[in-house]
């Protein structure tokens, strides 16, 4: 089945500077990319998600790039502020089957 | 549009005793999932339901976990027995197709701590 790597686990940057959180994934048939936010003691949220047909998605001060060749895929956050700390976690989909990385702790220190 | 519930939130019980925990997804949602999710790790499937229908299935601890969905809506995960490492927040989510919107919606979860 599908394997989702994700690093770093823990990030902390400065406020108003960018952080890029890195996934790779093992199966070359995955074709839905999506991140989620979780703070602490809520439920994940889906953020933004890039299909396989395309190669980078914007909104707003977040976006996503996907490497099919290489089998990566990064978010990025440009301006970070305190309210972007969180868990952020990616996940790859073939066929019915998501998988999740483990989870970035992103800290975005005032 | 009313998002997923589940309840409990929040169960506390000893090891070899039993727990059932109650989904229900967003009206319309074919699509029904159950996560694990254990402290520090991200979702891990259980199981996957289209409709009353299992779709996925292969990661679910058969010996002790088991789930149904019998009208298509509602779904009830239960663990019997649990064991310590079955602690974890539970979490359902759904969406309305697999393929066809992938968006999938999460509910509040279930944290489940075996003493």
């Known amino acids: 089945g599908e394997n989702v790597e994700q690093h770093p686990s823990t990030l902390s940057v400065q406020e108003g500077d960018s952080a890029v959180i890195k996934c790779t994934y093992s199966d070359s048939a995955s074709n839905y990319f999506p991140w989620y936010k979780q703070e602490l003691g809520k439920r994940p949220q889906l953020i933004i998600d890039?299909?396989?047909?395309?190669g980078e998605k914007k909104d707003q001060r977040i976006a996503v790039t996907l490497n099919k060749t290489a089998k990566h895929f990064s978010l990025h956050i440009t301006e970070t502020q305190p309210e972007d700390s969180a868990v952020y976690f990616c996940a790859a989909r073939v066929d019915n089957d998501m998988r999740f990385g483990a989870g970035t702790r992103l800290t975005v220190k005032p | 549009e009313a998002g997923v519930a589940q309840s409990p939130r929040y169960k506390i019980i000893e090891k070899r005793q039993s727990v059932a925990f109650w989904c229900n997804p967003i009206?319309?949602?074919?699509?029904l999932y159950w996560y694990q999710q254990i402290l520090g790790q991200g979702p891990k499937l259980l199981i996957q339901?289209?409709?009353?229908?299992?779709?996925?299935d292969s990661q679910l601890p058969k010996d002790r976990f088991s789930a149904e969905r019998l009208k298509g809506v509602d779904s009830t995960l239960k663990i019997q027995p649990a064991k310590l490492e079955d602690s974890a927040v539970y979490l359902c989510a759904s969406s309305l197709a697999p393929q066809g919107t992938y968006e999938q919606y999460f509910g509040p979860g279930t944290r489940l701590t075996v003493t």
């Open positions: 009206s319309g949602h074919a699509t």
């Open positions: 339901f289209q409709n009353n229908g299992v779709v996925d």
């Open positions: 890039i299909r396989s047909n395309v």
